[in-house]
Nanobody, 116 residues
Framework: QVQLVESGGGLVQPGGSLRLSCAAS????????MGWYRQAPGEQREFVAG???????LYGNSVKGRFSFSRDIAKNTMFLQMNSLKPEDTAVYYC??????????WGQGTQVTVSR
């Protein structure tokens, strides 16, 4: 399996921005689905943003227009640009890659806290 390591989380004020990165230990192929999920305390893990194996970029309703998914296949890395952050965006963010979204390998997670 591919090993994934997230970075870029931290504490940010409401309205601020963060950019998460997820580096893969092996090659990530353009045909793989990959994306970002998050889990807040006491909540289920939810889909944030990603790309399907067919190349369609998808976003969760709560982040549309604020977050942007991207990837660099040559550098085996995916990114999540998060703008206009809100306190309700506070969660542990996980990256994922597999045959379809939500399957395959997961990173260990990175904490994002949005607070004054």
């Amino acid at each position: 399996q591919v090993q994934l390591v997230e970075s870029g989380g931290g504490l940010v004020q409401p309205g601020g921005s963060l950019r998460l990165s997820c580096a893969a230990s092996g090659s990530i192929f353009s045909r793989n689905a990959m994306g970002w999920y998050r889990q807040a305390p006491g909540e289920q893990r939810e889909f944030v943003a990603g790309i399907s194996g067919g190349g369609i970029t998808l976003y969760g309703n709560s982040v549309k227009g604020r977050f942007s998914f991207s990837r660099d296949i040559a550098k085996n890395t995916m990114f999540l640009q998060m703008n206009s952050l809100k306190p309700e965006d506070t969660a542990v963010y996980y990256c994922n890659i597999g045959y379809r979204l939500g399957s395959g390998s997961w990173g260990q997670g990175t904490q994002v806290t949005v607070s004054r």
